[in-house]
Nanobody, 113 residues
């Protein structure tokens, strides 16, 4: 059974940082990443990384967010710096196998003064 366990969300002020870890188990994954969904909006890609280390970022987070992966632990990390109110959303961990995508339950990030 595949499980994705997210943590690290919370309330921060603009300009602060947060780190979101996601630990996956139960399958072999080719890539892992993070998506986010703000109220009233669609779920969008934030960042993704393959097990070989190739990355892709949404334009809105380039230069502020960094994604990394520990393949031995099947864990992906999203380091978020210089957070802005528009980064407020539920962040979902995603893991891709050869068969399908898997999703975590989501963790809320709120950026507000």
């Amino acid at each position: 059974q595949v499980q994705l366990v997210e943590s690290g969300g919370g309330l921060v002020q603009p300009g602060e940082s947060l780190r979101l870890p996601c630990a996956a188990s139960g399958s072999i994954f080719s890539a892992m990443g993070w998506y986010r969904q703000a109220p009233g909006k669609e779920r969008d890609l934030v960042a993704i990384i393959t097990t070989s280390g190739r990355t892709n970022y949404a334009d809105s987070v380039k230069g502020r967010f960094t994604i990394s992966i520990n393949n031995a632990k099947n864990t992906v990390y999203l380091e978020m710096n210089s957070l802005k109110p528009e980064d407020t959303a539920v962040y979902y961990c995603n893991a891709k196998s050869t068969i399908r995508d898997y999703w975590g339950k989501g963790t809320l990030v709120t950026v507000s003064s």
